[in-house]
């Protein structure tokens, strides 16, 4: 989901989205936040005060939260008929009419007898009021900043609507009363329960008489596919139907896949790239070695595009009887499948790895216990709150670098999808961040969030401009 430096128009829903507005004395900056919500330029912005005198309203989001963004004229404690005691009376009704307000003051200019006369009057009025300290970039703001827990409105919320800082406290505060929106129309959570109801698609993958075919027989119980000493048997992806432990499940045997070099007919060719189309549709992949022969280039091969099209993957090494009566060689061959993963997917840490014999079933009880951790970990989901926190913490652990001698800024970050996991984070200069640094952050997500051997995806998003279709004034 994007940030209020990019938002969009918040998605259709169900019910009524809550209204929340901003309310402030003049020229403190409540259109420039406007702005900032709506993400485009709704709101005349200009140094002068009094330039808002009407009640504005249009659909905002911010992160996770759509709500309907009301900006109000200067609070000013004039009475009688001016104008200015009647955009007062607007602004009294826009906070009678609102869920949530956003009391704005100007940290810079401090605290003036202005802002607490208004902070005065919404105490008596609303109960969820909160405090905004704007114009905190840099130094400047940080007296205001302290002056405005005078106020009794709670812990003031320092941002910069101008430069988009402080968005994800502001996010924080705003997820207090208002509940997240759908992802879409169709509602995430009922799509989450559509999904679990549909069988879970586990496709079996490897190369050709590594015992695919004989592993989905001993799963199910029964003789279901045709198995023997030939290699390439199964021409055709295998459908069987089948639950464990009350899961439904989908189980697909495919063809034997070899390298694109030795396959020589047609029909091959076909049977291969029904195989892939298998991997791409599946939800969990496992890929199945021959411990007498772990990880050749064509395992890793097939693991790589399991891992390219986001599936969960397990790896499963049948035959392990063969290694049963060496035990050094057991251990160097472990070592060995260890070691070549690890080099090879650095992009995805500690692939689970299970070992059995599927002619004898010693060992294959483990295989399902595992599908299913990693499948709820690719399906894992994180808050917006939760993530961004994360961000300062690695933030302040270890600084984004400098470029152009500017300190590169990590806005906001939020969870765009699941299946694999997929993140989306507000950085200001995106090309100048590099791949060590977003390597860095996909670790420790990995690690802090506890999510190994599934893909995570983090992409980079500069920070729309609302401003940026401003004519330019003709010379």
């Known amino acids: 989901m994007p940030t209020a430096d990019d938002t969009r128009p918040p998605r259709v829903a169900s019910r009524v989205a809550p209204r929340v507005a901003i309310v402030g004395r003049p020229n403190v900056g409540k259109s420039t936040l406007f ?25 905002a989001q911010l992160g996770d939260l759509a709500f309907t963004l009301l900006d109000t004229a200067g609070w000013e404690t004039v009475g009688g008929e001016v104008l200015e005691a009647r955009m007062r009376r607007f602004t009294e009704r826009a906070v009678e009419a609102s869920d949530v307000v956003l009391f704005l003051i100007d940290a810079r200019a401090g605290v003036l007898p202005l802002d607490e006369s208004f902070a005065n009057w919404l105490r008596k009025r609303s109960a969820k009021v909160i405090l905004v300290a704007n114009k905190c970039e840099g130094r400047a703001g940080q007296n205001g900043l302290a002056e405005a827990h005078g106020l009794g409105l709670g812990e003031p ?36 329960a559509e999904a679990s109801k549909r069988p879970m698609l586990l496709t079996i993958v490897g190369r050709p008489n590594v015992g695919k075919s004989t592993l989905l027989n ?43 070099s030795r396959i020589e007919k047609r029909l091959e060719a076909a049977s291969v790239a029904d ?13 199945v070695l021959d411990a007498g022969d772990m990880l050749e280039k064509q395992d890793l091969a097939v693991a790589g595009r399991v891992i390219e099209e986001g599936r ?71 808050t917006t709150p939760i993530l961004n926190r994360w961000l300062r913490e690695m933030e302040t652990l270890h600084p984004p670098p400098l470029a152009k001698g500017r300190r590169i800024r990590l ?14 984070i507000s950085v200001s ?47």
């Open 312 to 382: 969960a993957l397990v790896i499963a090494v049948n035959k392990t009887d063969l290694l049963a009566d060496d035990q050094a060689k057991s251990t160097k061959a472990w070592k060995k499948l260890r070691d070549r993963l690890e080099s090879s997917f650095a992009q995805v840490k500690d692939v689970p790895i299970v070992g059995f014999s599927a002619l004898s079933g010693r060992g294959v009880e483990r295989l399902m216990p595992k599908v299913f951790e990693t499948y709820d970990i690719w399906n894992k989901r994180l």
């Open 411 to 424: 806005r906001f970050m939020t969870q765009t999808k699941i299946r694999p996991p997929t993140y989306m």
């Open 429 to 475: 200069q995106p090309d100048e961040l590099g791949d060590d640094y977003l390597r860095f952050l996909v670790n420790r997500l990995r690690d802090d969030f506890s999510m190994p051997g599934v893909p995570i995806r983090v992409n980079m998003r500069k920070p729309d401009n609302p401003f940026a279709s401003r004519a330019k004034p003709q010379r």
């Open 157 to 192: 919320i320092p941002v910069s609507a101008e430069h988009g800082e402080g968005l994800s406290d502001l996010h924080e505060a705003l997820a207090q009363h208002i509940a997240p929106m759908p992802e879409d129309e169709d509602d995430e959570e009922k799509a989450a």
């Open 275 to 287: 195989t892939l189309d298998a991997i791409r549709l599946a939800d969990v992949v496992v890929v």
């Open 218 to 260: 001993r799963l199910v119980g029964s003789e279901r596919v045709l198995t023997g000493p030939e290699a390439g048997i199964t021409r055709d992806s295998i459908r069987v139907e089948w639950q464990w432990r009350g899961r439904a499940i989908r189980l697909v045997d495919t063809a034997g896949m070899r390298r694109r």
């Open 35 to 59: 702005n900032r919500l709506v993400g485009r330029r709704h709101a005349l912005v200009d140094d002068q005060p009094g330039v808002t005198r009407d009640i504005r309203e249009a659909p």
